[in-house]
């Protein structure tokens, strides 16, 4: 046999593995481009947050993990009965879980354990008991007044006041941890309230 007959079956014998190895590289950068562009767009369109706490019983409880439309709010507003993901005005580096009750120009009042927007009284069939404690705010422009379902047990706009529109994360929209407890969440309309 020819030497030079043996160098080229050699030569022959290595491009396909080198071509091999190549398209194997080039398939794992491909993969991993796309799970980055897959992670950054899941992560820019929602977001996930844990309920800690009692204050959104019977609604949501502790321990539930929560997926949030991030978006639904750059295309619209918050509205009366939306669940929102906010930053609270004492705890900003925080996230808080509640219900939308009044909207900015809005008056809220709590008395006799029911809670009143423009006079109208809100009918919550969401809630377990009444609420305890009396008070009225007005809102301001570019904020909300939000509450816990779990009202006699929740850290809310009662205690610190509104919160500021651009603080908000965006809108809950779905339970998906513990599996049993896989749920879509249900904002219930509050519109009966209107100016």
Not at 127 to 155: C, E, H, M
Not at 177 to 185: A, K, Y
């Amino acid at each position: 046999m020819d030497t030079n007959q043996v160098e080229v079956n050699q030569g022959l014998a290595e491009q396909p593995r080198k071509s091999g190895f190549l398209r194997f590289v080039k398939d794992v950068i491909e993969t991993l481009v796309l799970s980055i562009v897959l992670f950054v767009g899941v992560n820019v369109i929602s977001a996930r947050i844990r309920v800690d706490g009692a204050s959104m019983e019977p609604t949501l409880d502790t321990g539930e993990y929560v997926v949030v439309n991030r978006l639904s709010y750059r295309l619209g507003t918050p509205q009366r009965g939306d669940i929102i993901v906010f930053h609270p005005p004492l705890a900003p580096q925080e996230e808080y879980i509640k219900r939308v009750i009044g909207l900015p120009g809005d008056e809220v009042e709590v008395r006799d354990g029911m809670i009143y927007v423009n006079g109208q009284p809100l009918n919550e069939t969401y809630l377990q008991t009444k609420t305890n404690y009396p008070g009225s705010w007005r809102i301001p422009a570019g904020q909300l007044f939000v509450l816990g379902d779990n009202r006699n047990n929740s850290s809310d706009s009662h205690e610190w006041g509104t919160i500021a529109l651009d603080s908000v994360v965006g809108k809950a929209v779905l339970v998906y941890w513990p599996p049993t407890d896989w749920e879509l969440i249900t904002h219930v309309s509050l519109a009966n309230a209107a100016h």
